[in-house]
């Protein structure tokens, strides 16, 4: 079927609903601190950069950090019916041997009926090697510093929860559209439910339009049923209401594995292919001018040349096996460029990670009802929000631990509030909410934008990059033969 770009809402009535209802979250200065023009950052936000990274919980990374809601103990089910105590929670290894399941099945093992106990029984929760129960571990501060150093300096969100309780692909969509399918027509409002898979090409992850022919991906209908469609879609995403309002934007990936399987941009066909109406199709004029490898954007932060909204995933996604302390050195890459560069004192860096991977959590998601009830939430993961307009705040270096509710549509929200945008009707949209569900937040509770002429947070915060334990050969075999889901 021919892609077909759906209509968007211009400004009028619409939009001003869409302000009015953007200003009850934030305080009047902060408000009325910029233009309203649709396109025009209302705040000293000019640059946002969305660093997408994989499969950690947040109690995996920052169980331990003071000042936040963490645990370092656990609870695993008995066959008599009672639990066992773990404590304290173990040290994740670094690289792993193998990856944990993550599947929605293995979501609801997880979470066992609320009881948040049934981490040490999903599939590969046990160490083939050392016995270890990895699923209940956790990262020290020794191990990810750089992390913590960010967290203690900037901001740390410790209410975020994945919008899908599953494997990635449905994430990373969210994470464009603030929906994988389920306020569109053209999906029937069936949601992503699994991962791309072809029979013919195995090993190849595309993860979109650019995938065989032959491949499919599980879909999910309000009722539950199961079935299966092409992975290339035609709702709305923040890309093309960027473009509607000249907001300039790029999404940095890398072909290849493992990140081009998590770059959401290639499952939107006027995205990809902008104009085929025939499957895989090849990458257009407007594809490369917007999705240019992830190593140019350390080049294009060194030489002042990021656009307004910019998502990258890097090749070190921190997906186990692959090894955190590797992932984190990547990020320190980016995130120094852009601290150095000409455009750092209007920029915030979003720092991300799409699901849970596994990993134990001790906080029970929120349930949506309505057409989300068998959709969100998935566990919690890391958020930090590195920016020189970050609050301060009571962390050991000043920053601030922020405890709102959000998830991944929280990051439209957030551009639709700062650039005066209207919403995709879709998860970023207030009023598609029932009565009493949780709404994620539009992250502006990170950010002090009283005067706009004093950053709360001047100055930079330039790491070392450190040295990592390479993968062994039968852990590469390992990265090289498996979904990087």
Not at 39 to 50: D, Q, T, Y
Not at 193 to 209: E, I, N
Request: net charge negative; proline share 8%; aromatic share 12%.
């Amino acid at each position: 079927m021919a892609p077909t770009i759906p209509q968007r809402i211009v400004v009028g009535m619409a939009t001003l609903v869409l302000l009015i209802s953007a200003f009850a979250e934030v305080p009047a200065s902060l408000a009325q601190a910029g233009s309203l023009t649709p396109g025009r950052s209302r705040s000293p936000i000019k640059h946002v950069v969305f660093i997408l990274k994989e499969n950690r919980s947040y109690d995996q990374y920052f169980g331990r950090f003071p000042g936040a809601d963490g645990a370092t103990t656990a609870k695993c089910w008995t066959s008599s019916g009672g639990q066992r105590t773990i404590d304290p929670l173990t040290s994740t290894p670094d690289p792993m041997h193998i990856d944990l399941n993550h599947s929605p099945d293995t979501f609801n093992v997880d979470l066992h009926n609320g009881a948040m106990d049934g981490f040490c029984h999903e599939g590969g929760a046990i160490d083939p090697v050392t016995g270890q129960d990895v699923a209940d571990s956790q990262m020290t501060q020794s191990q990810i510093p750089n992390y913590w150093a960010y967290a203690s300096h900037y901001g740390l969100g410790d209410r975020m929860f994945a919008a899908w309780r599953g494997a990635s692909f449905g994430n990373n969509v969210f994470a464009l559209a603030a929906q994988a399918g389920r306020y569109a027509h053209s999906t029937s409002h069936r949601t992503i439910y699994g991962l791309p898979r072809s029979p013919t090409q195995k090993g190849l992850f595309a993860w979109g339009c650019s995938d065989a022919a032959d491949t499919r991906v599980d879909m999910l209908s309000v009722g539950g049923a199961i079935s299966q469609t092409y992975p290339c879609f035609h709702y709305p995403s923040l890309p093309t209401t960027l473009d509607d309002f000249g907001v300039g934007w790029k999404y940095y990936a890398t072909e290849g594995k493992p990140s081009f399987a998590h770059a959401a941009v290639n499952a939107f066909s006027y995205l990809r292919c902008k104009g085929a109406t025939t499957f895989p199709c090849a990458e257009s004029t407007y594809w490369s001018t917007h999705v240019p490898p992830a190593s140019q954007l350390v080049l294009d932060a060194a030489n002042g040349r990021l656009p307004a909204v910019s998502w990258v995933v890097p090749q070190q996604t921190e997906h186990p096996p692959l090894s955190a302390c590797q992932g984190e050195n990547s990020t320190v890459a980016m995130v120094n460029a852009i601290m150095s560069g000409p455009q750092w004192a209007s920029t915030a860096v979003v720092l991300s990670w799409d699901e849970w991977g596994g990993f134990y959590d001790h906080v029970v998601p929120p349930v949506a009802s309505g057409v989300n009830a068998n959709v969100s939430y998935g566990f919690r993961v890391p958020l930090i929000v590195i920016s020189p307009w970050v609050k301060a705040g009571s962390s050991s270096d000043g920053g601030s631990v922020d405890s709102t509710f959000y998830s991944q549509p929280s990051f439209a929200r957030f551009m639709e509030w700062n650039w005066n945008l209207p919403t995709l009707g879709a998860a970023d949209d207030p009023a598609n909410y029932a009565t009493g569900d949780p709404v994620p937040g539009n992250m502006t509770g990170f950010f002090d934008f009283a005067d706009p002429a004093d950053p709360p947070r001047p100055g930079t915060l330039l790491l070392h990059q450190r040295s990592c334990p390479k993968l062994t050969a039968a852990q590469h075999r390992y990265v090289l033969s498996h979904d990087p889901d």
